[in-house]
């Protein structure tokens, strides 16, 4: 799966051994903080040729922040879904870190119990389901 390609509104053009222009955006940094009360996001973009996959050494990083996400979240939709998205991606990797922690532990013991056993291919069984859910492949 290749990023989207971000359209930068001000292209950049730089001299370099050849002039090489910079039409879209790379994201270098991405950071999301939120509770019941307050959230906000700051990002920062480099200038990037999508096409060549190159991004701009000489030119400056742009900083955006979002001081209130939720606010944004409810006026623009697509806001809202990616973060949703962000959201169940992080449950998703919590829920399979968890589940393959607890398999591992198990499948160390040497002699096990009948209700290890069990635990075992239960855990089994809920990694499998989980991984189902969100479509995910071994």
Same mark, same amino acid.
């Given at each position: 799966?290749? #990023?989207?390609?971000?359209?930068?509104?001000? %292209? !950049?053009?730089? /001299?370099?051994?050849?002039?090489?222009?910079?039409?879209?955006? @790379?994201?270098?940094?991405?950071?999301?903080?939120?509770?019941?009360?307050?959230?906000?996001?700051?990002?920062?973009?480099?200038?990037?040729?999508?096409?060549?996959?190159?991004?701009?050494?000489?030119?400056?990083?742009?900083?955006?922040?979002?001081?209130? #996400?939720?606010?944004?979240?409810?006026?623009? %939709? !697509?806001?809202? /879904?990616?973060?949703?998205?962000?959201?169940?991606?992080?449950? @998703?990797?919590?829920?399979?870190?968890?589940?393959?922690?607890?398999?591992?532990?198990?499948?160390?013991?040497?002699?096990?119990?009948?209700?290890?056993?069990?635990?075992?291919?239960?855990?089994?069984?809920?990694?499998?389901?989980?991984?189902?859910?969100?479509?995910?492949?071994?």
């Amino acid at each position: 799966m290749s #990023l989207p390609r971000i359209p930068s509104l001000e %292209p !950049v053009t730089e /001299q370099q051994k050849a002039v090489t222009e910079f039409p879209d955006l @790379f994201m270098t940094l991405l950071v999301m903080r939120a509770d019941a009360s307050q959230s906000n996001v700051r990002a920062k973009l480099k200038p990037y040729n999508y096409d060549a996959g190159v991004i701009s050494t000489d030119s400056a990083e742009k900083s955006l922040t979002v001081p209130d #996400l939720y606010k944004e979240a409810a006026r623009v %939709p !697509v806001l809202a /879904q990616a973060v949703g998205a962000l959201l169940e991606a992080v449950i @998703f990797l919590s829920q399979e870190e968890t589940l393959v922690n607890k398999i591992e532990t198990l499948e160390q013991v040497e002699d096990k119990t009948e209700e290890q056993e069990t635990e075992l291919t239960t855990l089994n069984m809920q990694l499998g389901d989980l991984r189902t859910a969100y479509n995910v492949t071994n």
